[in-house]
């Protein structure tokens, strides 16, 4: 009896720790999905170590932040129907005004993660990417002219903004994969006359061609007069009375008109020859 009195005096013990594990057991288990990384955070302290992608035990008092290690985008273009013009304004080395639709592509370091929201929380891609986008893009700007930034140097300029992005973000923890110049917008007077320059130097370029080509034709046509010139002095010179002589025998030999009158010692006779 006594036996059975101590179990029912024990059995609400129990029951509340059973309690007490199910409502902490989510606090303990923790599952951090791949392409993420688990930053822990205890009262406020955020510790240097990471949760990988996997299931992990954990104090049940630590709070788990997920940051994402995939690949993001962040843009800034010109679109009505992203509610105004987000572009980046930048001058060129001539002075003039240029607006660029951008896009850049990174992803967060998943050991930097920890300093990362230390410093800059959840919303980096506002505090750190953002105005550094800006900031590379408006000093690369001013070391090319419009011109090149709108047509011949379009490629360099954009590979020069994101290697200057690369040194930057990989401080912060932030990897730039790539950067998109995706538009180049020019106001109509500058458009306009920019396009007139190309054409005219298209033109220019085309004309260049044309000459080069008739240039070369000329000396072409120079070489081959002077090889038949040569030719025609070696023959002039080679043609001896004798040597004529022997050419025409030749021929006697296979023309079919060709008649042969025997003498003495069967050889033909052919008058003036010495």
Known sequence: ????????????????????????????????????????????????????PGFHIKNPFTRIVRMSTRTQQYSMISSESAGGDDSIQALASDGAS???????????????????YKKLGLDYDEKIIRPEIRSKIRGVMSDYTVIEIYSTKREEVQNKILEELETTLEDRGIIAENL??????????????????????????????????????????????????????????????????????????????????????????FKNIE
């Open 98 to 116: 240029v607006w660029l639709d951008v896009t850049v592509f990174y992803h967060l370091q998943d050991i930097e993660a920890p300093e990362v």
């Open 180 to 269: 998109l110049l995706r538009k180049v917008t020019l106001s109509n007077t500058l458009f306009n006359s920019i396009e007139e320059k190309l054409t005219a130097q298209q033109k220019a370029q085309r004309k260049e061609f044309e000459i080069e080509e008739a240039r070369r034709e000329a000396e072409r046509k120079q070489i081959e007069a002077e090889g038949q010139r040569e030719a025609q002095r070696i023959i002039n010179e080679s043609l001896t009375d004798r040597y004529l002589y022997y050419l025409y025998i030749q021929a006697l030999e296979t023309n079919p008109n060709t008649v042969y009158v025997p003498t003495e010692g069967g050889v033909a006779l």
């Open 1 to 52: 009896m006594k036996k059975y009195s101590k179990l029912f005096v024990l059995l609400p013990v129990l029951i509340t720790i059973f309690i007490i594990f199910i409502i902490l057991l989510p606090s303990i288990f923790v599952v951090i999905d791949a392409g993420e990384i688990g930053v822990q955070k205890t009262f406020g302290k955020v510790s240097d170590s990471v949760f990988q």
